[in-house]
């Protein structure tokens, strides 16, 4: 353990780690990628992709080897046993920082499939890791702005087009699937600005776990509702690496998912988008009240937890 440095130098050990990790881990997968890319036969492919798999859950294994060595850390999880690394698995989580990213991966690693999300389309330029996420098939969005779809409304279906094609690859290969359904990090003016009537949570956008039910109606089965607290009120990279985040809570629960909600038409069905809107509105209900209870009734979070 090397809490006892000081944060400064604790923060640069740590962020040192984490970079190195990235890079020892990047070289093996970016060559079986090449590999993968060179044989097209459909069972190589498949091996590789298996492969690609492992390389990543040994690079998130570091990733928690580097926190265990240089944080102090009290970890505070609980949910039901029983999860399978064979089975689809839609992955639902209040969102405060990339960090939640992180502590996500070291609950669920090798105890569900990999976990994937949806990425920037930008964001594949980012040196090392964008070219790893493409490899092991990460959904890359386009977002385009309020501006651009009222003069290209067609541009509204692309990345329900990006979704299927996606969905389309894991038909046969188990996967889950991370939404942050508030769709951004929570911040108390884009609480206020939104005037959400949640007390810890924005509102939840339900578009994209639509997409992903409508994609995979035969496969997705199960919603695992994650919640992220962070007692101490520092949620950041920054706050990880300078050791300011002492405690972290999770719970998570297996929830599934009504069969009414698979396959529906979110986009053209008003009947059906209400339905799946009001099955999340009680989730996020539910969330909110835990998130307050498990803060001891503090009440909103407050501004200075946004670092």
Known sequence: ?????????????????????????????????????AISRPGWRTFHARLLVRIAEAWIEGNNAIMRLTQRIEWNVQGPEGLRQDDWYLVSANHQSWVDIVVLQRVFNRRIPFLKFFIKQQLIWVPVLG??????????????????????????????????????????????????????????EKHARQQSPYRHLLRPKAGGLAFVLEALPDRMRTLLDVTLVYPDGYSTFLDLFMGRIRRVIVRFRSLPIPIELLGGDYRNDP????????????????????????????????AAAAH
């Open 1 to 37: 353990m090397l809490a006892f440095l000081p944060a400064p130098v604790r923060g640069a050990l740590a962020f040192a780690l984490f970079i190195l990790n990235t890079v020892f881990w990047c070289i093996p997968l970016y060559l079986v990628l090449l590999l993968k890319l």
């Open 131 to 188: 070219g790893a996420w493409w490899a092991l098939d990460f959904p890359f969005m386009k977002r385009h702005a309020a501006t651009y779809l009222a003069r290209h409304p067609e541009a509204r279906d692309e990345d329900w087009e990006t979704t299927r094609r996606r969905c389309e690859r894991f038909h046969n290969t188990p996967i889950s699937i991370l939404n942050f359904l508030e769709g951004t990090r929570f911040r108390p």
């Open 271 to 302: 009947a059906f988008r209400t339905a799946i809107q009001n099955w999340i509105g009680q989730i996020w209900a539910e969330k909110d009240a835990l998130i307050e209870e498990l803060r001891g009734g503090q009440g909103a979070r407050p």
